[in-house]
């Protein structure tokens, strides 16, 4: 399911470009409703959870308009949210993506899509070099997956302006190498520091403005 072929970013065809957007996290790593185990299984959107401050409880249109307050940037420089595909629904080895993969040359900035702080830096197998973002009010989670790298000095606990660079497009993790991408999803936050196993939300349709630094 790989790309065959390793090319310049600026020199792929729209074809091929095509190809890579369809292959893009080609093994799938859905990585958050499973990992890290053990922990209860992920709340549905109707199931109240510890956490006073989210909004689990909430019926999906209120769900989508307390994510579209947000305002979300799309998180990676220069990407208008025209150029974003919806991928959120597309298959993924057996499973749905539950996430949106934002084509770009490796070492584009990665910028916050919200304001907020980081909840929690990782690496793991599929998704590689990874950060998971809360937003101020505490109700979701950013996940941004395969990294190159982190921006110098990012610590969990810091505190975050939207479009803040975090980090910068890898392929780490099992992103085909030659189409560096950031794999992007949001999550209700479950509370008490659980930055995993959140119901997802598609954010595509709540790209508002391209990424850009404050
Ligand atoms: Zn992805």
Not at 135 to 146: G, I, L, M, P, R
Request: hydrophobic fraction near 35%; proline fraction near 11%; charge should be positive.
């Amino acid at each position: 399911m790989r790309p065959t072929r390793s090319r310049p970013w600026s020199g792929l065809p729209v074809l091929l470009v095509g190809v890579l957007l369809s292959t893009a996290c080609a093994r799938g790593h859905a990585p958050l409703r499973t990992e890290p185990s053990p922990g209860p299984a992920p709340d549905s959107i109707g199931t109240p959870s510890p956490a006073s401050a989210q909004p689990s409880g909430a019926r999906p249109g209120t769900l989508h308009a307390l994510l579209a307050a947000k305002g979300l940037i799309v998180p990676v420089e220069g990407v208008a949210p025209a150029r974003v595909r919806d991928s959120y629904t597309a298959s993924r080895g057996g499973r749905t993506h539950d996430a949106v993969d934002i084509m770009a040359p490796r070492g584009t900035p990665v910028l916050a899509a919200d304001s907020g702080s980081i909840l929690k830096l990782r690496r793991n197998d599929a998704g590689g070099l990874t950060i998971y973002q809360l937003d101020h009010a505490s109700q979701f989670v950013y996940y941004y997956a395969h990294l190159d790298r982190y921006q110098e000095g990012l610590a969990e606990g810091q505190r975050l302006r939207q479009g803040q660079v975090i980090g910068y497009v890898g392929t780490t993790g099992n992103a085909p190498k030659d189409a560096p991408h950031l794999h992007f999803q949001v999550m209700l936050y479950r509370g008490n520091g659980q930055y995993w196993g959140g119901e997802p939300v598609n954010p595509h349709p709540f790209f508002t403005r391209p990424g850009r630094r404050p």
